[in-house]
Antibody, heavy 117, light 104 residues
Framework: EVQLVESGGGLVQPGGSLRLSCAAS????????MHWVRQAPGKGLVWVSR????????SYADSVKGRFTISRDNAKNTLYLQMNSLRAEDTAVYYC??????????WGQGTLVTVSS | EIVLTQSPGTLSLSPGERATLSCRAS???????LAWYQQKPGQAPRLLIY???SRATGIPDRFSGSGSGTDFTLTISRLEPEDFAVYYC?????FGGGTKVEIK
């Protein structure tokens, strides 16, 4: 059974940093693209970032480019999202998802990030 | 930048009825990258349909997808109580705003 478990969310002040993790199990993690998608409270889904299977290619939404960094450790079956210079508008539930270039086949349960003073 | 517009915003139906959800793209898109997701309150989204018309693993056959170009449709043939949720379409890395299917 595919499992994706996010962690690392919490309350952070504007301008602060946070690192999210996503622990994967039940599939060959190193063979799949991984994505981060976020959802502000009461709002829709917004794609944030993706990384290819070996970590050599990454993409970001314009809204987070230069502030967020996606990475992965295939030996640990773990995906990361380093978030710097956080803003109030980054407040959301952050989901990791596995799949292909564009497909989001399996999702984690999400971790809440709140940016507030 | 492609914009996906989902309609209606809310669909009020009774169990057993047919649901037809629309996703319209601002320009012609590839069917290969059109997907539909279901999200229930407090839960993560779940992939229903990929490639515009292929059901994901474990998805009941009452869910079907169709369309091409700029117009795509998700149809739920007979609504079950567990189908009341929000549905999102996705094209490449862009999501639509969602359609809420609620109990009438």
């Amino acid at each position: 059974e595919v499992q994706l478990v996010e962690s690392g969310g919490g309350l952070v002040q504007p301008g602060g940093s946070l690192r999210l993790s996503c622990a994967a199990s039940g599939f060959t993690f190193s063979s799949y693209w991984m994505h981060w998608v976020r959802q502000a409270p009461g709002k829709g889904l917004v794609w944030v970032s993706r990384i290819n299977s070996d970590g050599s290619s990454t993409s970001y939404a314009d809204s987070v480019k230069g502030r967020f960094t996606i990475s992965r450790d295939n030996a640990k079956n773990t995906l990361y999202l380093q978030m710097n210079s956080l803003r109030a508008e980054d407040t959301a539930v952050y989901y990791c998802a596995s799949g292909g270039h564009y497909s989001l086949d399996y999702w984690g349960q999400g971790t809440l990030v709140t940016v507030s003073s | 930048e492609i914009v996906l517009t989902q309609s209606p915003g809310t669909l009020s139906l009774s169990p057993g009825e047919r649901a037809t959800l629309s996703c319209r793209a601002s320009q012609s898109v590839s069917s290969s990258y059109l997907a539909w997701y279901q999200q229930k309150p407090g839960q993560a989204p779940r992939l229903l349909i990929y490639g515009a018309s292929s059901r994901a693993t474990g998805i009941p056959d009452r869910f079907s997808g169709s369309g091409s170009g700029t117009d795509f449709t998700l149809t739920i043939s007979r609504l079950e109580p567990e189908d009341f949720a929000v549905y999102y379409c996705q094209q490449r890395l862009t999501f639509g705003g969602g359609t809420k299917v609620e109990i009438k």
